[in-house]
T-cell receptor
Framework: NAGVMQNPRHLVRRRGQEARLRCSPMKGHSHVYWYRQLPEEGLKFMVYLQKENIIDESGMPKERFSAEFPKEGPSILRIQQVVRGDSAAYFC????????????FGAGSRLTVL | AQSVTQLDSQVPVFEEAPVELRCNYSSSVSVYLFWYVQYPNQGLQLLLKYLSGSTLVKGINGFEAEFNKSQTSFHLRKPSVHISDTAEYFCAVSDIDSSASKIIFGSGTRLSIRP
């Protein structure tokens, strides 16, 4: 069991470019959560996806951010036209087991916008 | 809506001293409660969780937490800390009612251990 895999671990983008962050949940799991951690802050929920479905996107910024989890392949968090305020660590998590809402987190993707 | 408050953003303690990291939550429904630890440049790891049953929960690395429903608190404690406990600690809450429920995190408490 390889756990939750995220890549890239570090990503540097210039303002206006696009950032794509990928997450593969634990083997056999079909749900992922994305969280954002701004510098010196806690984790903020962004979106919860099941394969081919967005379950809850109440934490997603209204513009420039999107997420998907296709039938095949990893979940992708996409940020268009990045700005400096998007610099943060983005964590993906998948439920560790049924029912209890315990999450297993990936190591995170750290986005730096120059 | 649920919320989690960690009043202390930083807690410095001496090695081998006891520590308590405070967490209060608010919710209109029954909840699950969690403490996660984040070591530098790593993801979050589950320390312990309260789902039901005994209000005193024991976790990894000698940590424990006590669920107090009347005070809506879930404080984390360790009787004797070690340098390796230096990390950021996050309290979290989720709605017991829905399997699709998101987990809400507090803003974190940075524990620094002095030799």
């Amino acid at each position: 069991n390889a756990g939750v895999m995220q890549n890239p671990r570090h990503l540097v983008r210039r303002r206006g470019q696009e950032a794509r962050l990928r997450c593969s949940p634990m083997k056999g799991h079909s749900h992922v959560y994305w969280y954002r951690q701004l510098p010196e802050e806690g984790l903020k929920f962004m979106v919860y996806l099941q394969k081919e479905n967005i379950i809850d996107e109440s934490g997603m910024p209204k513009e420039r951010f999107s997420a998907e989890f296709p039938k095949e392949g990893p979940s992708i968090l996409r940020i268009q036209q990045v700005v400096r305020g998007d610099s943060a660590a983005y964590f993906c998590a998948s439920p560790a087991g049924p029912g209890a809402n315990v999450l297993t987190f990936g190591a995170g993707s750290r986005l730096t916008v120059l | 809506a649920q919320s989690v408050t960690q009043l202390d953003s930083q807690v410095p303690v001496f090695e081998e001293a006891p520590v308590e990291l405070r967490c209060n939550y608010s919710s209109s429904v029954s909840v699950y409660l969690f403490w996660y630890v984040q070591y530098p440049n790593q993801g979050l790891q589950l320390l312990l969780k309260y789902l039901s049953g005994s209000t005193l929960v024991k976790g990894i690395n000698g940590f424990e937490a006590e669920f107090n429903k009347s005070q809506t608190s879930f404080h984390l404690r360790k009787p004797s800390v070690h340098i390796s406990d230096t990390a950021e600690y996050f309290c979290a809450v989720s709605d017991i009612d829905s399997s699709a429920s998101k987990i809400i995190f507090g803003s974190g408490t940075r524990l620094s251990i002095r030799p």
